[in-house]
């Protein structure tokens, strides 16, 4: 395991919301501008980094019967830390996130990482673990914002684009259009790994879930 490779491993082999389909709320929700994804984008990389660090140097004194409140707690101190940064000198920014942006605390992308990476590497392989997951998170939101930017406003990051080529559609802009903008992408990536002879996974299971450690019913693979 190389940094490289951990690295390259949440931008492309197991993008949080192209492959392994995490993070799917604020990926629909904030992502009707180039400019919120983006901020959503490196607000989560910020917390990411942060959480896995720390999760990374206190592993060993979290007792395992509360290692999930703990991971909470954390992440919540970043999420924290993050808004206050944003209200004070991105403030825009700040209300066009909203409530998302305090629901960073719940995403299952950070609680996976956490569970599943963080506390069982050290410290240098978590940093890159999160800053991977978290520009994979990045700019899988900037394709999807830029897309439905474009075909929903007319518009890429607040310059208009296509005045006199293709008019607005304003379902790009709604939350159907983010589904059919999110599922098409999906199914292109799911092209994509065919042609290089590997399959999309169907399951990721129950190991794969950041509830896992505390799930009454937790199976091998679903």
């Known amino acids: 395991m190389t940094y490289l490779s951990i690295l390259l491993n949440g931008i492309i082999k197991e993008n949080p919301v192209m492959v392994m389909l995490l993070g799917t709320c604020p990926s629909l929700a904030v992502t009707t501008m180039v400019s919120n994804s983006i901020g959503m984008g490196l607000a989560t990389t910020f917390v990411l980094i942060g959480s896995n660090v720390v999760i990374s140097l206190i592993k060993k004194l979290i007792p395992s019967t509360v290692r999930i409140p703990c991971y909470v707690v954390v992440i919540a101190g970043f999420v924290t830390i993050i808004k206050q940064l ?11 996130l909203g409530v998302f942006l305090d629901l960073i605390v719940v995403n299952c992308i950070l609680l996976g990482r956490a569970e599943v990476f963080a506390s069982k590497n050290k410290v240098s392989y978590a940093f890159f673990d999160g800053l991977g997951m978290g520009l994979g998170f990045t700019l899988s939101l900037f394709v999807i914002g830029s897309i439905r930017e474009l075909l929903g406003s007319g518009t890429w990051m607040g310059f208009t684009v296509t005045a006199g080529f293709i008019e ?13 903008v999110y599922g098409i992408l999906i199914a292109l990536v799911g092209v994509l790994m065919r042609k290089k002879g590997k399959t999309p996974r169907k399951s990721f299971g129950c190991s794969s879930c950041p509830s896992a450690g505390i799930c009454q019913n937790k199976q091998e693979e679903c």
């Open 168 to 180: 607005p559609m304003a379902i790009f802009a709604s939350p159907a259009g983010g589904f059919f």
């Open 86 to 96: 944003m209200m004070a000198y991105v403030q825009p920014l700040y209300v066009a």
